[in-house]
DNA sequence: GATTTGATTGACCGAAGCGGTTAACGGAGG
DNA sequence: CCTCCGTTAACCGCTTCGGTCAATCAAATC
């Protein structure tokens, strides 16, 4: 690719990765049109092609980015250091919605791609991916304390119903085209504050040692 | 559209339906040619052609065969009549289930077409959804008994939270194009059980009257 | 003011794909 | 042998595709 392209404005890259999230999150990628993703970025289409030397040249592009940014958001927000599930829960999704609100459709395209079929591109996008899921780190819910929550209840599968209720939240949004993400965030803050009253051991209930009680 | 359509063996017309389903849940309207759906269905574009006028025809068709299906199931299933809201989430799911053995991609298709944007069906589409909901009768929380689940909890919140889980978990298989509806049905169980030992009142704990505790 | 330079584009190309039609095929029934 | 009818290959005119290129234009340089 020329890399011209990195010397843009930085708002003018923004709308061409938008654009190209946008096209290729609606459709698979043999029936996304390059014409499209100029339209929507402000651009003509020759201008684009000689940023990116070919349609798939900007698909993997897209790709790489989107996993670079991701996982350099997510790690900024500092969800994986978190001790406290609720809290690391909460940094995992201010990182989602602060990468929604600049790149509206890259969540939809990640998904996309990552399932994409088409030969043409379908083995760089699975190649690519396994390089990112070897340096990334699994998910650690063996550091939580049992104790802070009620008693006999399966963690294994709170934890997995709270990754679903709010996947599940979100897609509402995202299946209608709604990228509200403040709307988002106060779904999710009540949702969370409606884990926290029904999941957390209540102080005074039958646990082997509260010291706290005041 | 042609009526000898109705003639063809079940399942022949059963594989038509489902090729069209699945072209048009993956790609928006304009874009999926109806030579793929013919190839899907394992017939000729022009057979295809000779049953529906037009393309145009062969979408709707799909759409209110798609609405008028659905709503049969789920009146059958029993889910609206039910009084425990638990039994009712699962004869809804059991209903979800059965289509989507029979009709893998139609979920994805209704989702599709309800948001479809395209101006040869929108308004189509748009009016006769009008017509399914004005005669669908709306949810019916009110109706269930505050005093069998734990104290204080918002049900509300509750209900939302369960749709948003159950809508999450299929959506973990449907994103990947997975159509096992076994694998479902077993992990909407856990969660339903799961559920049932989170939300549901222990019998003898401080409610106003415990009438029961043998 | 003339000239160079580099970003940007309208117009174009051959190929492919589109929705839809038609003439012909082929097998079953008379 | 002919007739019917479900079925299709081949075709039509048109649009759209990925990609190219010569021309445009404004700013920098002389």
């Given at each position: 690719m020329n890399p011209k392209f990195f010397l843009l404005p930085e708002e003018k890259q923004r709308r061409i990765l938008n654009a190209g999230y946008r096209v290729f999150s609606q459709s698979p990628y043999r029936k996304s049109p390059v014409s499209e993703i100029a339209e929507y970025a402000g651009i003509s289409k020759a201008l684009l092609f000689h940023y990116f030397k070919n349609k798939k040249e900007l698909y993997l592009y897209l790709w790489d980015t989107c996993a670079k940014t991701t996982v350099r958001e997510m790690e900024q927000s500092g969800a994986y250091e978190q001790k406290d599930l609720f809290g690391s829960m909460d940094s995992g999704m201010q990182a989602k919605l602060r990468l929604m609100r600049q790149y509206p459709d890259m969540g939809s395209f990640a998904v996309r791609a990552f399932y994409e079929k088409d030969p043409e591109v379908s083995l760089d996008i699975q190649s690519s991916m396994n390089q990112y899921l070897a340096v990334h780190a699994r998910r650690k819910l063996?550091?939580?304390?049992?104790?802070?929550?009620?008693?006999?209840?399966?963690l294994e599968m709170m934890y997995q119903e709270m990754y679903w209720a709010s996947e599940g939240c979100l897609w509402e949004y995202i299946k209608r085209g709604d990228y509200d993400a403040d709307g988002m965030e106060k779904d999710f803050r009540k949702l969370v504050d409606f884990w926290k009253k029904v999941y957390l051991r209540k102080p005074g209930e039958d646990g082997s040692h509260d010291k706290e009680n005041v």
């Open positions: 063996q550091e939580i304390n049992p104790d802070d929550f009620i008693p006999g209840i399966d």
